[in-house]
């Protein structure tokens, strides 16, 4: 058993009270008796504000994490994910995951006692959506007296109803994560989808859905999640895991192949049956696929004005099945309506299953999301002095309450000094995934994007200013960043360093080498800088571009430099500059 685990837990079963008689449904069917099945760990804080609802996908159920015995398989399907020190910190939180209405693990279902009938319900059981699951999960909260959840995540299915929760009771949760997600789904998710439920239902065993107590649709449910397990991987995960290899010990036919991938698939179909029913498959997979924000009428932008949580949106860079263009989709719509957004691209050759994978970088980013920012000395960060007074400078040119990004903003040190400071708002951009765990620790909003592609998720004039600090040298298409900078902001700031310094021609000059100092310690061979501009080029390339120099600061770095300056001989005695630039 693993050391960080939480040990041996159990499977909870509660009856939900219904005053008014019955569970009404959106489609327009009811349950007179609903049961739910869930797990509880971690201690509630005495205020009950420390809970997290973990939504479970397709195939999963209660038993999240820890052990139901001391066999290693009794695992909880996201053990790696919640736990001591984890991801989901149960140290910290009371984390709450229930299986989902329609479920074949505890909680009522098509396998479930109809009431009226004495009989298994079957297709008897009423259509289901996601905002019905929800609902029955909200019950559940409130027959445990929950009255706010600190957080709700989930993945796939999960992912839809953390949306869910989030339309539906917007004042009730204070972060959402939804990973590998979108607001609805894709062609092509619902195209695999409805083969695979053909697939059930073309099984002469199914029945039309009576097949309880006689053999059951094995093998259509078999293909089904072959079929679907297909569209968990990806191509990379499938090449090395599998290739072409081949079992030797397996009795081969013309149309019965001997690759292991062949085997692999067998195997997860086996067992699937073994533990998930098929009915619970065909109502579930239906009710993911008529999922949509915007099925009750008007705009995403009109839904998500409404909501008040704090979202973190992450996608699998080799999900095909839910494309990460599709969650940054989702997050830069939530970022257009003016919410508060995390958007980050999870590298990993797994495919869509790869968050219920062990991966370092996605405990981290949803262990730094789940943190309090302004606990234990998280607000406070070490720069040197010239970090120091360039921050200073660039904070005075910003107006209170208004509306900033930062472009290459780091680990956000600056964006959280700004973000306590006079009301101002503000978001940052950057493409290290350590940066997107260091800015969700001090609470700064942040998209992973590559500046070199653009903006375009950003509509013009959104933001008050863009700042681009010690970050242009860096780039490969400063021209291309300067023209979005100045698309999305009606005003920019850019810091540089002055190649042209008269520090750096002395050194270049007499020992001919790239220049080191205390802010460029990097060789000429692992340098990032792949610019050396000075003022006077950032002059001449705003005069060919028609911006608009609104303010200089020449700043520098010695009495030398000073003397220099002083005589306003900038481009030589700068050491570094900080610019306020607009559109003419």
């Given at each position: 058993m693993n050391k960080r685990s939480i040990g041996i837990v159990h499977t909870e079963i509660m009856g939900i009270p219904l005053p008014d008689g019955d569970f009404k449904l959106e489609r327009?069917?009811?349950?007179s008796r609903v049961e739910v099945a869930f797990e509880r760990y971690g201690k509630l804080s005495e205020k009950g504000d420390n809970v997290i609802l973990v939504c479970h996908a397709l195939s999963g159920d209660a038993h999240a994490a820890g052990y139901h015995t001391n066999d290693e398989k009794s695992v909880g399907w996201w053990d790696n994910m919640i736990g001591?020190?984890?991801g989901i910190d149960t140290e910290r939180f009371h984390v709450i995951c229930s299986n989902i209405l329609g479920g074949c693990k505890g909680t009522t279902g098509p396998s479930s006692i109809n009431p009226a009938t004495g009989e298994i319900y079957a297709t008897n059981f009423p259509e289901i959506t996601i905002g019905d699951m929800v609902e029955l999960q909200k019950k559940l909260l409130d027959l445990l007296s929950i009255r706010r959840l600190y957080g709700v995540i989930g993945g796939s299915a999960g992912g839809l109803q953390v949306l869910e929760w989030c339309v539906r009771y917007p004042d009730f949760i204070e972060k959402a994560v939804c990973i590998a997600a979108t607001e609805s789904l894709s062609a092509q998710a619902l195209s695999f989808d409805i083969v695979a439920r053909n697939i059930i239902m073309a099984d002469p065993l199914w029945n039309d859905g009576y097949y309880y107590g006689r053999d059951i649709p094995n093998k259509g449910l078999s293909l089904a999640r072959m079929i679907g397990h297909i569209t968990y991987l990806s191509k990379e995960s499938m090449d090395v895991k599998f290739g072409r290899e081949r079992r030797e010990d397996r009795e081969r036919s013309p149309f019965n192949t001997d690759f292991q991938v062949e085997?692999?698939?067998d195997y997860q179909g086996r067992s699937f049956v073994e533990r998930f029913d098929a009915n619970s498959f065909l109502y579930?997979?239906?009710a993911m696929d008529s999922f949509s924000l915007t099925e009750r009428g008007g705009s995403l932008d009109e839904v998500f004005r409404k909501l008040e949580s704090k979202f973190f949106i992450i996608s699998v860079s080799s999900d095909w099945l839910y494309p990460a263009e599709q969650s940054k989709e989702l997050a830069e719509n939530l970022l257009i309506s003016g919410k508060d957004v995390t958007y980050c691209n999870l590298a990993s050759q797994f495919g869509?299953?790869?968050?219920?994978?062990?991966?370092?970088?996605?405990?981290?980013l949803i262990y730094s999301f789940f943190e309090d920012p302004y606990s234990s000395n998280k607000k406070d960060q070490i720069f040197d002095e010239a970090h120091i007074k360039d921050f200073e400078i660039i904070a005075r040119m910003i107006k209170p309450s208004s509306k900033l990004l930062d472009l290459g903003c780091g680990d956000g040190s600056f964006l959280q000094k700004m973000l306590i400071r006079d009301s101002v708002s503000v978001h940052g951009i950057d493409i290290d995934v350590k940066n997107i765990i260091e800015c969700n620790r001090k609470g700064v909003s942040v998209f992973q994007v590559d500046l070199d592609e653009g903006l375009g998720?950003?509509?013009d004039n959104f933001y008050d200013y863009a700042i681009l600090s010690r970050t242009l040298q860096e780039v490969h298409k400063p021209h291309l960043v300067l023209t979005e900078m100045l698309r999305v902001a009606r005003m920019g700031i850019v810091s540089f360093i002055n190649?042209?310094?008269w520090k750096q021609r002395v050194v270049l000059s007499i020992k001919g080498c790239l220049p080191l100092s205390q802010k460029m310690t990097n060789k000429w061979y692992n340098t990032p800088n792949i610019h050396f501009l000075s003022l006077n080029d950032f002059k001449d390339f705003c005069m060919e571009n028609d911006i608009s120099i609104l303010e200089v600061v020449s700043i520098p770095n010695g009495i030398t430099s000073h003397i220099f300056t002083y005589l306003k001989r900038y481009n030589i005695g700068a050491d570094r500059v900080i610019v306020k630039i607009t559109k003419k």
């Open positions: 327009g069917g009811t349950l001591p020190g984890k085997s692999y698939l579930i997979t239906a869509h299953d790869s968050f219920l994978i062990s991966n370092s970088d996605l405990n981290s998720m950003i509509p190649f042209a310094n």
